[in-house]
């Protein structure tokens, strides 16, 4: 009897069950405008709340141009600005920023975007505590490991995934080669609790999943390390443990739920999926897709979507200057809310979602950041 055929290394399960647009009264949230900063007039590129550190969960930063800016949400709408820092070189514009701790519990803010050198900042000390070198073209995202916040990835144009300690200034690991990615790497995150692994993906059209396992003597090395830097043994890990391609365009955000994976491409959607890796034979294995929530007018690439601290919410912004908020973890998906005013026209870059989901800011193309907060449920009666 003739062999069947093996199916190509994508095989779907069931059906995804797919979110409708349509609001219902009984899951709606009611979100209102409270502030609308202005910060200039070049795009701001990302915005990112504080969750690395309980003390500062309503603190905010933004990144645009050669500026970093520090903000805090406080009551009535009110946004405080804290702290901003210029870029010695007028001609960066940072793409990207993160949050990450020093091992004495400092919080750092870790930016990054066009010239590839990620600028490490102490916010206690309002100063630039490092400077990383070693990309070798612009950075597209930079992620912080929770479980150990001084660890931090960036995703870059020149196709790789680079792993930082940003306590000692050591780039341990590169994330590259023969089965690297082969575009822009556009996105990056940390699993939220198996600390060996990262999910990236790009202008490949592909997400890719990896192990640090096999290295991980290098991360603890990193900690202790007394010699230069630039002598540390780096390593490269150049095969991923999986690679799904579930998007036929640029992936541009890619996040863990869990064991699942959220992705988005320029489709006006979010897709959830569930990588089944395959033991015997890594880099490969099957895609199961669960769920899509729609996101209409979302078909540029560079959109960045948020989560709450639980994962309950998920936000997305278009480029028609809207939110779409949707119930994260319901089966099919919910939506929750869709946020639009008339003055917010322009493409919403990145949202951020606050600790318990009750404020969402957006990031715009036109250099303004606005705050939409949850009204309590009193006030919905």
């Not at 055929?5 to 979110?19: N, Q």
């Not at 010695?88 to 091992?103: G, H, P, R, V």
């Not at 916010?123 to 400077?131: P, Q, V």
């Not at 919410?313 to 779409?324: L, Q, S």
């Amino acid at each position: 009897m003739a062999k069947i055929p093996i199916p190509p290394p994508i095989t779907l399960g069931c059906e995804p069950a797919v979110g409708s647009l349509t609001l219902t009264s009984s899951k709606k949230r009611d979100y209102r405008v409270t502030n609308r900063l202005q910060e200039g007039k070049r795009p701001i590129y990302a915005v990112v709340f504080n969750f690395v550190d309980s003390r500062y969960f309503n603190v905010f930063g933004t990144v645009g141009q050669n500026r970093i800016n520090v903000y805090q949400c406080l009551e009535g709408g009110v946004i405080a600005v804290l702290q901003s820092y210029v870029d010695e070189d007028k001609e960066e514009s940072f793409y990207t920023l993160s949050w990450a701790c020093n091992i004495d519990g400092n919080p750092l803010l870790v930016a990054g975007g066009l010239n590839g050198i990620i600028r490490v900042i102490d916010a206690g000390s309002e100063k630039i505590h490092k400077s990383f070198v070693g990309h070798g073209d612009s950075i597209n995202e930079i992620r912080t490991q929770a479980l150990k916040p001084s660890l931090v990835v960036s995703a870059s144009k020149d196709e790789s995934v680079r792993l930082w300690n940003v306590h000692t200034g050591i780039c341990i690991l590169i994330f590259a080669g023969a089965g690297g990615h082969r575009n822009e790497v556009l996105s990056v995150d940390f699993h939220p609790s198996d600390i060996y692994r990262i999910a990236s993906c790009g202008m490949d059209n592909t997400v890719k999943i990896w192990s640090m396992k096999e290295f991980w003597t290098y991360v603890e090395k990193s900690f202790t390390w007394t010699d230069l830097p630039s002598k540390f043994p780096t390593k490269y890990v150049q095969f991923p443990v999986f690679m799904a391609s579930i998007h036929t365009n640029y992936v541009d955000c890619t996040r863990w739920l869990g064991d699942f994976v959220l992705s988005k491409s320029v489709d006006n959607e979010i897709v959830l999926w569930e990588p089944k890796l395959k033991e015997q034979s890594p880099g490969e294995g099957t895609v199961d897709i669960l769920q899509k929530y729609p996101a209409p007018e979302c078909d540029i690439w560079f959109i960045k979507f948020s989560c709450d601290f639980h994962y309950n919410t998920i936000a997305i912004g278009n480029r028609e200057g809207k939110i779409f908020v949707w119930e994260l973890q319901s089966s099919p998906p919910v939506l929750i809310a869709r946020l639009s005013h008339p003055q917010s026209k322009v493409a919403i870059r990145q949202t951020a979602t606050s600790f318990d989901g009750s404020i969402i800011l957006g990031c715009c193309e036109d250099g303004t950041i606005w705050r939409w907060d949850a009204n309590q449920p009193q006030e919905q009666q």
